[in-house]
């Protein structure tokens, strides 16, 4: 870290007069993430109807085909919600929600939220026992599913626990034409249609305590686990995001790729949205060639972005389309400093919004002042505290209290637990008491550890160095790297298998690597182990590189050591057993010698 990534007070204040327009914005922000009653009704469906007050006329949502407006979605949204209620979901109902990046799944969304339903937000791309998994873990008893994902539903559906009201959703414009549902399947769309288009009354009794989405994260035991996104921290970042940081306003239109089962898309990007009503603009999947044409044709002033979506723009030969184009601000994370300042020029970007935040946490930084290399400004109580790599635990003194590190330097980030600040959790009560510190700097007091290593740069900022533990992020997703073991140890001559992230030049994040022991006279058959892995894996989650050992070092407990072997990475240099590394493109492992980790180093290939 270079010193000019420091923040002095005065480099602070002297950011303050450029911030003066936005101050009454800034203030209502300050309002909503500072609101301590968390018995007031405030919910993501009382937003909706605020735009849809507010705003009635102007565009709500808009894709290739669409453009519809805050009146008319919001009345959309409540003839689904009288359609639900219907079907007997209620306030606190789970309802597992299936569809990809489409207006319908939205509305949805927000007929849920105004119920006060809570909306499961299933992976698209899980299948098989991952699937099914996550659909009976939240005990879900009503499940809507797009036709684009039928079949993956249906592979599982004999293994749910109750699968009896189950809701297709057409893959077209379901206002215009909801179609006809398969045998077995209810079709909510004309459910709706004959129902009230006014607002349901439940919307006035949801409460900033009441769970609004359950996010899937990934799980230590391979399989994911469900976080729970409150309405309460839905309007912080209503507040945080949307006033105080972007402050978007009815003339802008916010493009967004990222997937709606991702916390980025239906809190960060959507609040950011309903708080100045201004437009969402979707796409189905990103596409990295036709990002700048869809900005031209949108019109969009700002977009949401995980670091690797950035690296894949930057990586695109310039177009036309970039030049002068009209995005001024962006918000996410994970944009790394080493490509910061090109992206910015480039594409000429005024503000970057980066932040940080988990589903399950209780504490969020915001860039809201704009400087660069950093996750912003948070107004929670934080600490960086002292960790003890080695033994993957915080660092306590005689007293048994731990200690804060210096500015600059790097430790632990841990978030007070506070009636301001309060900790949601996961659904399973022992895995959010896991994540809970007790008797940090004083007695009886409480902290959420939040697995992730940060530097304080001054003036309540913070950079994010690295993530701890067994989960790692590529293509922008957290793999667990017990569900990657698990996956490796069923494959023919596998006696043992340590996962871990490694990181190759040029990219984000961390790649999957596995070190793996073979039976007696097992030999590795590179091409038999990628369509092992392409079958049981997402593809973020499958290893590009595998080294073999002779014998796996474990601690006392049992854990496997991976420190040396994340260090050793994929080196031949480093490394005097086989390696071996599965390159763009190729269907099986090949053997990785000097020249070809040379190549990979210089950034010869795409990861």
């Known amino acids: 870290m270079s010193q000019v990534d420091l923040i002095s007070p005065l480099s602070f204040i002297a950011r303050l007069p450029a911030n003066l327009p936005r101050l009454p914005r800034m203030v209502l922000g300050l309002y909503y993430t500072g609101i301590r009653n968390r018995e007031k009704a405030l919910s993501l469906g009382w937003a909706l109807e605020r735009a849809a007050r507010l705003y009635p006329e102007r565009p709500a949502v808009i894709d290739e085909h669409r453009r519809i407006n805050y009146a008319g979605f ?24 299936m569809l990809e990046n489409r207006i319908e799944v939205l509305a949805v969304l927000g007929a849920l939220a105004k119920l006060g339903a809570i909306a499961a937000l299933v992976n698209t791309t899980q299948r098989g026992k991952v699937l099914s998994h996550s659909l009976n873990l939240v005990k879900a008893r009503h499940f809507v599913v797009g036709e684009e994902l039928r079949g993956a539903f249906d592979e599982v559906r004999d293994e749910l626990e109750d699968a009896r009201r189950c809701y297709w959703v057409a893959d077209g414009d ?49 399989l994911p686990k469900a976080s729970i996104l409150s309405h309460g921290k839905w309007i912080k970042a209503f507040g945080g995001f949307g006033h105080s940081g972007l402050g978007l306003d009815e003339n802008d239109v916010f493009y967004l790729t990222l997937p709606c089962y991702h916390n980025n898309a239906v809190t960060v990007s959507w609040a950011s949205v309903l708080a100045g009503g201004a437009a969402i603009a979707l796409r189905r999947k990103f596409s990295a060639s036709n990002f700048w044409k ?51 020029t480039r594409f000429g970007i005024e503000r970057v919004m980066e932040f940080y935040a988990s589903s399950e946490g209780n504490i969020g930084f915001t860039n809201v002042f704009n400087f660069d290399n950093t996750v912003g400004f948070s107004p929670a109580t934080f600490a960086i505290v002292r960790y003890d790599l080695e033994n993957d635990r915080p660092l306590r003194d005689h007293r048994g209290l731990m200690e804060e590190v210096g500015k600059g330097e790097t430790g632990l980030l841990i978030s007070e637990i506070s009636d301001k600040w309060p900790f949601d959790g996961y659904t399973d009560p022992a895995k959010s008491e896991a994540v809970i510190l007790r008797d940090v700097f004083k007695k009886g007091d409480a902290w959420f550890n939040t697995g992730d290593l940060m530097r ?152």
């Not at 690296?311 to 995005?327: F, H, I, M, T, V």
């Not at 973020?540 to 050591?561: D, Q, W």
Request: hydrophobic residues 35%; negative net charge; aromatic residues 10%.
């Open 294 to 344: 869809d900005v031209a044709r949108y019109q969009a002033t700002c977009f949401g972005y995980i670091g690797e979506l950035c690296r894949y723009l930057l990586n695109q030969p310039p177009c036309a389309e970039e030049q002068g184009n009209s995005l001024t601000c962006m918000i996410g994370n994970g944009l790394r400093p080493s490509i910061w300042a090109e992206f910015k």
């Open 456 to 607: 304080g740069i001054g003036c309540k900022h913070a950079q994010f160095v690295d993530r701890l533990g067994d989960t790692f992020r590529w293509k922008g997703e957290n793999v667990s790297t017990t569900e990657v073991e698990n996956a490796l140890g069923a494959f023919p001559g596998v006696e043992d298998a340590v996962v871990y992230g490694v990181e190759i030049p040029g990219t984000n994040g961390r790649c999957g690597m596995a070190a793996l022991r073979l039976g007696s006279g097992a030999r590795l058959d590179g091409q038999a182990l990628a369509v092992h892995l392409d079958r049981e894996l997402p593809a973020y989650a499958s290893p590009l590189f595998v080294r073999l050992l002779a014998e796996v070092e474990t601690t006392g407990t049992f854990k496997y050591k991976k420190t040396d072997l994340k260090k050793q990475a994929y080196d031949p240099a480093a490394v005097s057993e086989p390696l071996f590394a599965r390159l763009p493109g190729e269907p099986h492992f090949r053997p990785l010698d000097g020249a070809l980790y040379q190549a990979i180093q210089r950034g010869d290939y795409r990861f």
């Open 74 to 97: 919001n009345t959309w949204s409540n003839r689904l919600a009288h359609a639900l209620k219907a079907e007997g979901v209620s306030h606190g109902s789970v309802v597992a929600v």
């Open 174 to 222: 379901c206002l215009a034409a909801p179609g006809d549902a398969p045998p077995g399947w209810q079709n909510l769309m004309r459910l709706a249609q004959d129902q009230s288009s006014d607002n349901p009354v439940e919307t006035g009794q949801v409460r900033l305590k009441d769970a609004c989405f359950y996010i899937y994260t990934s799980g230590t035991t391979g």
